[in-house]
């Protein structure tokens, strides 16, 4: 029976592996920073000009980057059950078996690095969007509150995408599936164009859709939505920060006890 300090201290050391790996495999800092940068400038001057319905005042730069913000990040934790896959198809899970460490402690460290891969996304993100006109008209408290709700439902879904790469076990196909899953999530929603454009049924959909009220909550605390511009008559996008964390909350808490479980059971195969 491990105790808490081992599991930290265990979960600490697997980060710091997979963070190394990142260091030396710089294609993955790569791809992690260029596809923000071209979804910003592409959305920004490709679609921007087309988009109508925006609040007054309010620029499509604006309205445009707290969108992107939770479309990459929710992306970005896909790389957790991708690389879990890798790391069982390569035989690595077989070599932590052999060690007296914690078994959460490679799932722990797993999520915990790819919440660093998001961190540095948002971070490049954030200054291609100061480039491109966006702004944030918020106090620095609110600001650090929107990346921060960010990161911890980017975090949570990292969970599921733990339980993904633990059934699947291919990388390649655990890229397939989430892509067919997290796609649909992050564009039925309000990040790239108001919700007043979209058909009855899936507007419906878009005003419950979590990613939906990440994207508020960031727009909001960001000070990229005027308080006197109306929101959706929907409890969810009315109370997008309380409704994030407890979607987070909830995808914690079915999802790590079940990717631990799942990867109890797949090491001892």
């Known amino acids: 029976m491990t105790t808490l300090a081992q599991t930290l201290s265990d979960s600490a050391t697997v980060t710091r592996r997979n963070l190394i ?3 030396r495999v710089p294609d993955l800092i790569v791809f992690a920073t260029l596809s923000p940068i071209m979804f910003v400038v592409l959305f920004r001057y490709v679609f921007g000009g087309a988009i109508g319905g925006l609040p007054e005042g309010i620029s499509y730069a604006e309205f445009l980057l707290p969108g992107i913000f939770a479309q990459t990040v929710v992306f970005g934790s896909t790389i957790t059950g991708a690389s879990l896959a890798d790391d069982l198809q390569k035989g690595l899970i077989d070599r932590f078996r052999s060690l007296p460490m914690s078994r959460s402690a490679v799932l722990i460290g797993r999520t915990v690095a790819d919440a660093g891969l998001n961190v540095i996304s948002i971070a490049v993100m ?12 918020s ?26 790469g633990l059934l699947v076990r291919t990388p390649e196909v655990v890229n397939n599936a989430s892509f067919i899953v997290i796609f649909p999530l992050t564009f039925i929603a309000n990040t790239f164009v108001p919700l007043e454009t979209f058909p009855a049924v899936l507007r419906t959909f878009a005003e419950w859709n979590p990613v939906s009220a990440v994207v508020q909550a960031a727009r909001e605390l960001f000070g990229n939505w005027p308080p006197s ?33 799942l ?5 001892t195969r």
């Open 21 to 23: 790996k990142v260091k």
């Open 263 to 267: 990867y109890q059971r797949t090491s």
């Open 139 to 164: 106090s620095i408290g609110e600001a650090v509150a929107g990346f921060l709700v960010l990161l911890v439902f980017a975090y949570a879904v990292s969970w599921l995408m733990a339980v993904v």
């Open 126 to 137: 954030a200054l291609t969007g100061l480039v491109v006109g966006w702004r944030i008209n």
């Open 229 to 261: 511009y109306p929101v959706p008559d929907v409890w969810a996008l009315q109370n997008p920060v309380l409704y994030t964390l407890i979607w987070s909350a909830i995808i914690l808490a079915v999802f790590v006890p079940l990717s631990v479980r």
